[in-house]
């Protein structure tokens, strides 16, 4: 039973928001068409990344809680993982956005990103050596520029609203994933702060991921693919 530890924990990270998706209220399945795009990039990108990071052992799965299938060095939960997880967090985004209709944030939260941005961005040159350390803080200085560009205000506060809410879910998922452990961390390749079994920097991992979803996922909505234009306005309209 122990090896479909993590094929299990995906299905119960998935399960109840899949079965709310096609609830009257939010209805999250008719934005399918928009989601499901944003959620294959998101996931074929991380795969990449994830496949690199095990190669060179940042980290390792652990054969005892895996069914022993695997893709390029990587067990098949890993694959799930990629859709399970920003799927169930994407969800959540939507449920926010359907209930929360006030804008808590001041005008200055963008230049306040910015300048975490720019704080990631430096403190990215003083972990160099640490593998999984420099590329989350990396991946921070770019994805939260990233979101400024393709989020307005009201969208900025219902992703961290989400993000927020998201975090009580992974500590069980992810505090199961690593006091097994089935994710098992070499240290040399972190800083080493972690809040029980979890490392610090997979919060940030996890804001990177979440945050390219959704991102993506509204550049797809509003069909601004490419440098903010919407191409149906680009389209040659036949003449009446």
């Not at 999984?132 to 307005?152: E, K, N, R």
């Not at 440098?227 to 680009?234: E, P, Q, R, T, Y």
């Amino acid at each position: 039973m122990a090896h479909y530890t993590y094929l299990l924990l995906n299905l119960f990270t998935i399960s109840i928001p899949f079965a709310l998706s096609f609830e009257s209220k939010v209805q999250f399945y008719k934005k399918w068409k928009y989601y499901l795009p944003s959620l294959f990039i998101t996931a074929l990108l991380f795969l990449i990344w994830d496949y690199y990071k095990t190669k060179f052992g940042v980290w390792q799965f652990n054969d005892d809680f895996i069914i022993g299938i695997k893709f390029f060095g990587l067990p098949i939960e890993e694959y799930f993982f990629f859709f399970t997880v920003p799927y169930s967090c994407t969800f959540i985004y939507e449920v926010v956005a359907y209930y929360n209709k006030r804008n808590f944030l001041t005008k200055d939260i963008k230049l306040v990103s910015i300048a975490l941005s720019f704080i990631f961005l430096m403190f990215s040159f003083f972990v160099l050596e640490k593998s999984y350390t420099w590329s989350v803080t990396f991946g921070m200085a770019f994805i939260i520029p990233f979101l400024i560009y393709t989020l307005d205000s009201f969208k900025f506060q219902h992703f961290f609203l989400m993000f927020l809410i998201s975090i009580l879910p992974m500590a069980i998922v992810n505090g199961v994933l690593t006091a097994l452990p089935v994710v098992v961390y070499n240290n040399a390749e972190n800083i080493g702060i972690r809040t029980i079994t979890i490392p610090v920097e997979d919060y940030l991992y996890s804001f990177i991921l979440l945050g390219l979803n959704v991102g993506l996922y509204e550049l797809f909505k509003t069909k601004r693919l490419f440098l903010g234009l919407n191409f149906n306005k680009l389209l040659i309209q036949p003449k009446v």
